[in-house]
């Protein structure tokens, strides 16, 4: 069965630092989605992307979260600088056509502790 | 503002005793209907959908949902739960009018016990 890969899986480093997460979509999949999960605040949508453009990022911190998609086979998140608050579970998650009608494909996730 | 309850943060049951997962939304425009489960350490996967047509629609695992749109209800059954469903289980709604965005409920704890 085709997957989301997601890499890192995990990633424990101190705050300050940037964390860079990467994202393979399903061949052949035109629309990528950002979630964060916490405990507190469940799944939130960060951001995403339809044929590479973003479409919505109005669920991230605009000062220290970045998203893109350098091509068709790969998506980033960036955090920088890392904070404390930003330790969560990260999922990519990716769909085809205009996607209202169509099931998300989620990834594995990266868990993210920033100390 | 549209949304998603999921009444009960967790549902405790017996193995073999049947289960129903609530779930109810609020949306001023018309909505496509989603249930996703999460085993711990993994994404979601999904379960089933409700785009149009029968208003009951089967899912993987003998999962079944029923859509009630005058109460505005996507509610998840299952005639008979394996220790094997013990996951977390969120209903989703995709908006008509922006382009697949999902909007999660807050998650429903299934925990079966032997």
């Known amino acids: 069965d085709a997957r989301v890969t997601q890499t890192p899986r995990h990633k424990v480093t101190e705050m300050g630092q940037e964390v860079t997460m990467r994202c393979q979509p399903i061949?052949?999949?035109?629309?990528v989605f950002w979630y964060r999960q916490t405990m507190m605040q469940g799944l939130e949508l960060l951001a995403y992307f339809r044929n590479r453009a973003p479409l919505d990022d109005s669920g991230m911190p605009k000062d220290r979260f970045s998203a893109e998609m350098p091509d068709a086979t790969l998506a980033t998140l960036k955090i920088q600088p890392s904070e404390p608050r930003d330790s969560a579970v990260y999922f990519c998650a990716s769909g085809a056509g205009d996607g209202r009608d169509q099931p998300q494909h989620f990834g594995d996730g990266t868990r993210l502790s920033i100390l | 503002a549209q949304s998603v309850t999921q009444l009960d943060s967790q549902v405790p049951v017996f193995e073999e005793a049947p289960v129903e997962l609530r779930c109810n939304y609020s949306?001023?425009?018309?909505?496509?209907l989603f249930w996703y489960v999460q085993y711990p350490n993994q994404g979601l996967q999904l379960l089933l959908k409700?785009?149009?047509?029968?208003?009951l629609v089967k899912g993987i695992n003998g999962f079944e949902a029923e859509f009630n749109k005058s109460q505005t209800s996507f509610h998840l059954r299952k005639p008979s739960v394996h220790i094997s469903d013990t996951a977390e289980y969120f209903c989703?709604?995709?908006?008509?009018?922006?382009?697949?965005?999902?909007?999660f409920g807050q998650g429903t704890e299934l925990s079966v016990k032997p």
């Open positions: 949306s001023s425009v018309s909505v496509y």
């Open positions: 061949l052949g999949h035109n629309t």
């Open positions: 989703a709604v995709s908006l008509y009018n922006q382009g697949g965005k999902l909007i």
């Open positions: 409700y785009l149009s047509g029968s208003t």
